[in-house]
């Protein structure tokens, strides 16, 4: 049975937090965790927290089966816009530019690895 966590609103560009995902999708749990960890990537951090809920979700659901982060791999890692928080900064004759501000939503998914579809 799989498990997901999603983390909301986080104040990171999708663009940048869809590189780090891309390092740890389909990756064993223990493996990612090692990436995420020697990632210089700010949003990074926030990966792992949800990669880390994720896999206390599953644990969560499937309390008789004790398995390690080995036995464990990402399913899924998918980043979606969030609201844009839309903000001035002040321009040359009176004029103003428009800044946006990204936000992003995280959603990570775990599965068994014996329950990995191979291509």
Same mark, same amino acid.
């Given at each position: 049975?799989q498990a997901?966590a999603?983390?909301?609103?986080?104040?990171t560009s999708?663009?940048?937090?869809r590189?780090?995902a891309?390092?740890v999708?389909?990756?064993?749990?223990d493996?990612a965790?090692a990436i995420?960890?020697?990632?210089t990537?700010?949003?990074?951090?926030n990966?792992m927290v949800? *990669? =880390?809920s994720?896999?206390?979700?599953?644990s969560?659901?499937?309390p008789?089966? +004790?398995l390690n982060?080995n036995? &464990?791999f990402?399913?899924?890692?998918f980043v979606?816009?969030g609201?844009s *928080? =839309?903000?001035?900064?002040?321009a040359?004759?009176?004029?103003a530019y428009r800044i +946006?501000k990204r936000?992003?939503? &995280?959603?990570?998914?775990?599965?068994?690895?014996?329950n990995?579809?191979?291509?």
């Amino acid at each position: 049975m799989q498990a997901k966590a999603i983390l909301r609103h986080t104040p990171t560009s999708p663009r940048k937090m869809r590189l780090v995902a891309g390092l740890v999708r389909g990756k064993q749990v223990d493996q990612a965790k090692a990436i995420l960890h020697n990632s210089t990537k700010s949003a990074s951090r926030n990966v792992m927290v949800t *990669l =880390k809920s994720a896999v206390a979700n599953w644990s969560q659901l499937n309390p008789d089966e +004790r398995l390690n982060d080995n036995e &464990l791999f990402v399913k899924a890692v998918f980043v979606d816009e969030g609201p844009s *928080l =839309k903000r001035l900064l002040p321009a040359p004759m009176g004029r103003a530019y428009r800044i +946006r501000k990204r936000s992003n939503h &995280l959603t990570i998914v775990v599965d068994k690895l014996e329950n990995k579809v191979t291509k």
